[in-house]
């Protein structure tokens, strides 16, 4: 009976220490001093920002010049990586033998012409002689058949002329049209084959393209913008981080979308007096976001991540209260949001990392930031 009673006293003892145990650890919770932090009102301000695109710097007009005769370069009256004018020979192939082609035509020309003339003359005498029956009907029918002979071969004379000429011309290689001529790629006393011998390359400057691909998910999107767009609208940044400062707009937008890539390419002018986009040359087109305009902005590193899912915390007086934000794009330290914080919201940005929500919050620098006094 002793024993029993022992141990019922122990058993409260027990208990009457460990509630004041816990006792204590509450009260530990609830007297644990509040967070100190720093905040920045949230505020809107201008946001332009740019989706981004590879692309390909492309002339408007490019052709490989090749020759449609054959022969020896003779001579290239062009310096290489200049502007030639439409028209102006570049090339020369040995003319001797197309010049030589060229006269013999005509020579045959006047001959058939002359086989023409003595043909109408027969025909008329022996039409006169037929009035007078002076002549047999079929000698008439010869001289007219002769006659229609004489005139088809001055039609053939015509046309070797013609193709004579053609080939004359062809020897002389000219600027197609207004445009930045290559390296040339053959030089003089060189062989070239017709169609099949690359000369040089001539192709247009200014205004100058460039190309992209896009999802067809965005071609209504490029068709506004093909109506609409601004001198912001395109900005174009070079292969060294240069931003060209030219404005941009859309040149064409491709006819069909591939059935393989679901995707389309649309091209994009800009004027380039300078000369300084380069067919060929690699850039990144940038093309204003529909978003961009008026936005809530706050500093970036207010930010915390949590399972995919962006989170700040938000001073309502003396308690931090966690909330999911929907970010949009950096603008150097800022980023927007695009919902989750209004204008004049209060956004804790350091000492956040030892908040959960809830939290109680002091403002003042947070232990361990920059100018916080050292702890003892």
């Known amino acids: 009976m002793k024993n029993r009673y022992t141990y019922t006293i122990a058993a409260i003892a027990l208990i009457t220490i460990s509630s004041c145990g816990d006792k204590k650890s509450k009260d530990a919770a609830i007297a644990q001093p509040p967070t100190p932090v720093n905040v920045v009102e949230a505020k809107k301000a201008d946001a332009i920002y740019y989706d981004k695109y590879q692309g390909t710097v492309t002339a408007l007009n ?63 005498r022996y039409n006169m002689l037929l009035k007078n029956d002076a002549v047999a009907r079929q000698t008439v029918d010869q001289a007219t ?21 053609t080939d004359l011309s062809y020897a002389t290689i000219r600027a197609p049209f207004t445009g930045r001529i290559g390296i040339s790629q053959v030089k003089l006393g060189a062989q070239v084959s017709p169609g099949t ?9 200014n205004p100058i393209g460039v190309d992209v691909v896009i999802n067809e998910q965005n071609i209504n999107r490029f068709y506004k913008l093909q109506k609409a767009s601004t001198d912001i609208t395109f900005l174009l940044q070079t292969a060294d981080g240069t931003i060209f400062n030219k404005p941009g707009k859309v040149f064409a937008i491709d006819r069909g ?18 000369d300084q986009l380069k067919d060929g ?10 978003n961009s305009g008026d936005r809530v902005q706050i500093p970036y590193k ?26 949009g794009p950096r603008i150097q330290s800022n980023v927007v949001i695009m919902d989750g914080v209004k204008p004049g919201d209060k956004i804790i940005t350091e000492g956040f990392q030892r908040l959960r929500d809830g939290g109680k919050i002091t403002l003042g620098p947070p232990a361990g930031a920059s100018g916080a006094p050292a702890a003892k």
């Open 62 to 124: 490019s052709v490989e010049l090749r020759s449609q005769v054959g022969g020896f370069i003779t001579g290239i009256f062009f310096k290489e990586g200049d502007v030639v004018q439409k028209g102006k020979p570049l090339y020369e192939i040995d003319r001797r033998k197309y010049v030589a082609a060229y006269e013999q035509a005509k020579a045959n020309l006047l001959s058939a012409k002359a086989n023409l003339s003595k043909a109408q003359k027969d025909i008329d």
């Open 145 to 165: 058949a002769s006659y229609e002979i004489s005139r088809s071969q001055v039609a053939v004379a015509q046309a070797g002329v013609e193709s004579a000429a």
């Open 257 to 274: 979308v591939s059935d393989q890539t679901g995707t389309i390419k649309v091209r994009i002018q800009f004027p380039n007096a300078d």
């Open 281 to 290: 040359m690699s850039c990144v087109l940038q093309v204003l976001n529909d």
């Open 197 to 205: 011998t690359l000369l040089n390359t001539i192709s247009t400057g």
């Open 302 to 327: 207010a930010i915390t991540e949590q399972m995919g899912e962006f989170f700040v915390f938000v001073s309502q007086d003396t308690i931090a209260k966690q909330v999911k934000v929907q970010l």
